[in-house]
């Protein structure tokens, strides 16, 4: 599939405005991974759970869907863990 320069300028766009959605809750994923070092390899928080975490305490705050949330807390682990 070829992709014309208007497609590729906004999938780019869409995915930094998507960024930006997620960036006012990155602190407290961080804190939460960063506790996770801690803990046993079998009590971390997956991304599901991070995301539905993030349904229960900060409903007003979280504007993204749970693939978001999947390749931040990705991005994040590769980060800490490796």
Partial sequence: MKLSKNTWIWRTSMSLFIHQR????KPVID???LDDLKAP????HT?????EKLQDEY???LEVKLRTVQY??????KE???
């Fill in 31 to 33: 804190q939460w991974l």
């Fill in 22 to 25: 997620i960036h006012p809750l």
């Fill in 72 to 77: 931040y807390v990705s991005q994040k682990k």
């Fill in 41 to 44: 390899r079998k009590q971390r």
């Fill in 59 to 61: 409903p007003q705050m």
């Fill in 47 to 51: 991304a599901k759970r991070v995301f």
């Fill in 80 to 82: 800490f863990f490796h």
